[in-house]
């Protein structure tokens, strides 16, 4: 009996698991497009904050609101995925499994804290910034946004999550091959959004979320719901 009612709550597991994971993939499609969508004055990653910024966001704030809002959603939905893929990990290397996944939850609760923040505090600010003297408009520019992660090093950390446990699946052969290299490849990306930022180069950020936003993480998190779906869901259900 206790061994029936363990194997329900493991696929309880998984089913949240694989579901948001298929959400997180769609959100960030959403994400990738919203980027490209925000006015050139509004990407704060490489160019940091500029007088442009907050009278850009004072006349247009929407697609800057629902791009950050869209962060912080994804975010909490990948929790649900950083502890599934823990889970379907099991022993194989638990020590740095363990590890990574530690790093991959401080990592997306950086996302949600910073992402949360800086939507809100953001377009207010923008709404008074035009009113400010001179030396109030400078104090605002030097103080920049109220974000608690200026460098993305959520992504940085996130990355570092990816990239091991895909390496991870990859050599105990928990996942099918290439859905791992996707997720190698991701993990590259979300580290170079990071790199980006540290170096201020807007070109860097701009391709790493562009290709990872549009076209690898949505894949590899679509993917891997379908593949958690199938290979894990079914079986614990089995027993």
């Not at 194989?92 to 530690?102: D, Q």
């Not at 949360?116 to 377009?123: D, H």
């Not at 105990?172 to 859905?179: D, G, H």
């Not at 079914?234 to 027993?239: Q, R």
Request: charged share 10%; glycine share 10%; proline share 3%.
């Amino acid at each position: 009996m206790p061994n029936e009612e363990s194997s329900v709550k493991i696929e309880d597991f998984i089913r949240v698991g694989w579901i948001s994971s298929l959400t997180v993939g769609i959100l960030y499609l959403l994400v990738g497009v919203t980027h490209f969508l925000l006015p050139f004055d509004q990407l704060r990653g490489g160019r940091g904050i500029t007088e442009a910024f907050f009278l850009s966001l004072a006349e247009h704030s929407l697609v800057f609101s629902v791009h950050y809002w869209l962060v912080v959603l994804l975010s909490l939905f990948s929790i649900a995925v950083i502890l599934a893929f823990f889970k379907i990990l099991g022993s194989a290397n638990k020590g740095i499994a363990s590890w990574v996944t530690v790093i991959g939850i401080i990592g997306t609760a950086l996302s949600i804290v910073d992402f949360a923040s800086v939507g809100v505090k953001a377009p207010r600010m923008a709404q008074h910034f035009s009113s400010y003297t001179g030396s109030e408009k400078w104090a605002a520019l030097a103080a920049g946004l109220p974000h608690v992660d200026p460098c993305f090093l959520s992504w940085g950390l996130l990355g570092i999550w990816a990239f091991a446990c895909s390496w991870l699946a990859l050599k105990n052969k928990l996942l099918p091959k290439n859905l791992c290299f996707v997720g190698i490849l991701g993990g590259s990306l979300y580290i170079l959004v990071f790199l980006g930022s540290i170096l201020q180069e807007q070109l860097i950020v701009d391709i790493a979320v562009g290709v990872g936003g549009l076209i690898i993480a949505p894949i590899w998190y679509i993917w891997f719901g379908l593949a958690l779906k199938k290979n894990y869901g079914c079986k614990n259900s089995a027993g």
